[in-house]
């Protein structure tokens, strides 16, 4: 099988030094574990017995490192567990993301199984609110939603449709989802972007 779109998503967060992926597995999200599975050389994922504990431990994350939280979910109840955590991470003001699965757009608003409106559920929690339509979008939506958890200090969520196994080209990202090689922007160069500040993208196409 060759590149997944789930893959795309699992590299954007190591481009922006995410080693660490708090969660537990599920249906909905099953590309992504995938994606994960593929580049633990990169990104590991520690298991969790409860989605809660994800958001807490990514929470706890962010305050011991500066770094980035990241947390992981499937789709309807799992994502649902992640609340309490998250709103830990929103009231501390600590830059978290959160990431839930969803079921296939081609179902939603037919009461199929488990099926919850994440991106609803999570306006009140989260800085950043954003549901993936077409793969094409994982690189600059994962830019937008990281850029937002630094400069607002809070937590950005991500849910991300059943086929998230769709194969996946690089040369379909858009160019704004390219590398962001040395700018001070980036956590990978500095720690805490300032407020309002954008992660450019100088320099050349990803290989």
Known sequence: MGQIASEALIERLADW????????????????????????DRVRFVLVHHEEAAAFMATAHAKATGKIGVCLATSGPGGIHLLNGLYDAKLDHMPVLAITGMQETSVLGTG???????????ADVAEYDQM?????????VVDNAIRTAYARR???????????????????APPSSRRCQG?????????T??????CSAPGHPRN
């Open 17 to 40: 030094g995410v080693d660490t992926v708090f969660g537990l597995p599920g249906d909905g999200i099953n590309g992504i574990m995938e994606g994960l599975r593929r580049h633990r």
């Open 112 to 122: 199929y199984q488990q099926e919850v409106n994440l991106d609803k559920l999570y």
């Open 132 to 140: 993936i339509y077409n793969p094409a979008q994982l690189p600059s």
């Open 154 to 172: 809070g937590v950005a969520h991500i849910t991300v449709p059943g086929r998230n196994c769709w194969p996946w080209r690089r040369s379909s």
């Open 183 to 191: 700018s001070p922007a980036c956590p990978t160069t500095r720690r």
């Open 193 to 198: 972007p300032p407020a309002g500040s954008a």
